[in-house]
């Protein structure tokens, strides 16, 4: 083997290194860069989720031109539109640049120096479209939430798996941050809410949506990624498994939930329990795949003036539409070309339903928790404030259901985790709560032992919480479903790029080296046929025979 081809191999694992290096996860742990210890007897994660900041600042109302912080309970009547955000990757250190500026305040996506280091802010596109759902309705609250402080990274793409893995306890600190600044008789009032997500912020509202006092009448989602490349890298929505318990439908005292693809969404219908969803696939025009994936927000802003026929946000109950008759899915055949009804509006006599076992949680050493005659987890500010089990899970855990009560001081914090993981936080109002059937999600671990703790604090972790606050956590229940497919997992991404990596470079290196190959043999084959053959050999000089060596040339 030639000396080049040597170093052209060495050069190629070298390289393959690099490559799988720049994919594993540094520095993307930086998610929750200067978080809080987690509470004493909860396990240490290396993502924890836990935030310093009041759930409230999360939340930004729109002011003719910017969004201004929230008051608690100042929100009493009317219709009220919530946005948010999703992964915001290459915003990592304007955001860490801005928290050390100012470590009492939350840094939200709206706050005007958070840019990229191409100054470009992730706000652009959600400008436009408050300004037009503002305008289109103009007594309406329009309201941002932000959590780029668990959503930007920096680093590669398969980093995006640590902002997913920060969407559940985000989707309860908007539900809890939006039960905070209704007023107390705003449903009562007629108030109705609109919830509208893109990508990640897809899983948030649908998460909110679910830990809500009182359920939306309308759940938007902006291309929610469902593709299957975004399972390898750990960011795959699988919003299948959560909206069916949503009481999703068309008309009053139903969730109304339209869904548009522009580039790594899918449809949501053709799941069980999910064919009252509005499925719609626009073109986007021929940008890159970051330009393509936002213009879901584009279209959507697009469709709030009124047009003919009306799309988009014409057809949200909240403008006072008949949702009753809209079509299954739609489809955009070319970029600003009328949508297309692909499939009518859903049969209203054939249903299907998500088909879901629930089984007592088996508790690790212990056999199975009380049931719910029981009064299973209690906390108390004068007392215990945390409390942890082991439990075992399996490829068809799909949820852990619980009944939740809570009591005490207005704000004053229960949290969730598992691993040590946030995964749910409610906070407490001012009539306490109790809430039954709520819920975090397991498909997103790999099945084994696990550690579910919870905790009992103050408004944020650095408060404890009042004497007076009490929490109790009852009918704790493992929902099962059969064939649930989970995102990969950090390593098991690694490990699929290592072999698509080297699978590369050895495909490379077997062509480069088969050219070599067939060089060297097709120059052996010229050489021997030289040797048995001189007449063949081009270089030598033809000799006319009929010349007599009279004849013949003199060499000198």
């Known amino acids: 083997m030639p000396r080049w081809f040597s170093k052209l191999a060495v050069g190629a694992v070298t390289l393959t290194l690099a490559l799988v290096g720049s994919t594993l996860p540094v520095g993307a742990l930086r998610a929750t860069t200067g978080a809080p210890p987690a509470p004493a007897g909860v396990p240490a994660s290396d993502q924890s989720n836990i935030s310093p900041y009041p759930v409230l600042q999360r939340l930004g109302v729109w002011t003719d031109r910017a969004f201004a912080p929230v008051n608690a309970g100042a929100i009493r009547k009317g219709h009220v539109i919530v946005m948010s955000h999703g992964w915001s990757p290459g915003y990592r250190d304007s955001y860490e640049t801005l928290q050390a500026a100012s470590p009492n305040t939350l840094v939200t996506a709206w706050n005007p120096g958070f840019v990229n280091d191409q100054g470009v802010s992730p706000m652009t596109d959600f400008d436009t479209l408050a300004a037009a759902l503002q305008g289109a309705d103009p007594h309406a609250t329009v309201l941002m939430f932000s959590w780029i402080d668990q959503s930007s990274t920096s680093g590669p793409l398969t980093n995006a798996r640590y902002p997913e893995m920060a ?50 009448r309308q759940v938007t989602l902006l291309d929610s990624p469902e593709v299957e490349l975004a399972r390898i890298g750990g960011a ?55 330009e393509k994936h936002t213009y879901a927000i584009v279209w959507y802003a697009d469709s709030v003036p009124a047009s003919n026929p009306p799309v988009g946000y014409q057809w949200s109950p909240l403008t006072g539409a008949d949702d009753a008759s809209l079509g299954a899915y739609y489809d955009q055949p070319a970029y600003q070309a009328p949508l297309t009804e692909v499939e009518g509006p859903p049969d209203a006599a054939v249903s299907s339903q998500l088909l879901v076992g629930a089984v007592p949680l088996a508790v690790v050493g212990n056999g199975l928790l009380p049931d719910n005659n029981d009064p299973g987890i209690t906390l108390a500010g004068s007392g215990t404030t945390t409390w942890s089990l082991t439990f075992g899970t399996d490829g068809d855990s799909l949820w852990l259901t619980f009944d939740a009560v809570a009591h005490g001081r207005p704000g004053d914090t229960v949290t969730l985790f598992v691993d040590g993981r946030a995964r749910y936080q409610a906070s407490i109002p001012a009539e306490g709560a109790g809430r ?57 991404t690694t490990s699929f790029l290592v072999i698509i990596l080297v699978a590369a470079v050895a495909l490379v290196l077997a062509v480069i080296g088969g050219a070599f190959w067939l060089l060297r043999r097709r120059r052996r084959r010229r050489a021997h046929a030289s040797l048995d053959d001189p007449e063949s050999d081009p270089d030598q000089v033809p000799v006319d025979e009929s010349l007599t060596e009279a004849d013949a040339p003199s060499v000198p």
Not at 203 to 213: E, K, P, R
Not at 252 to 263: E, L, Q, R, W
Not at 467 to 479: H, I, Q, V
């Open 167 to 216: 969407t559940e306890v985000n989707g309860h600190r908007l539900a809890a941050a939006l039960d905070e600044a209704l007023a107390p008789g705003f449903i009562a009032a007629g108030g109705e809410v609109h919830l509208i997500g893109h990508s990640f912020g897809a899983n948030i509202v649908t998460t909110a949506s679910l830990a809500m006092t009182v359920p939306p």
């Open 236 to 290: 795959k929505n699988d919003l299948q498994y959560k909206l069916p318990r949503l009481n999703i439908g068309r008309g009053p005292g139903k969730t109304f939930v339209d869904n548009y693809i522009s580039a790594v969404g899918e449809r949501y219908g053709p799941y069980p329990g999910l064919s009252d969803i509005v499925d719609v696939r626009v073109h986007p025009p021929n940008v890159g795949e970051s």
């Open 436 to 492: 039954p059937g709520m819920f975090v999600i397991l498909y997103d671990i790999a099945p084994g032992t696990h550690v579910l703790s919870a905790a009992l604090g103050g408004p944020t972790p650095d408060v404890a919480a009042s004497s007076t606050s009490t929490a109790a956590l009852s009918n704790l229940r493992l929902a099962t479903l059969g064939d649930i497919t989970r995102n990969f997992t950090a390593s098991e």
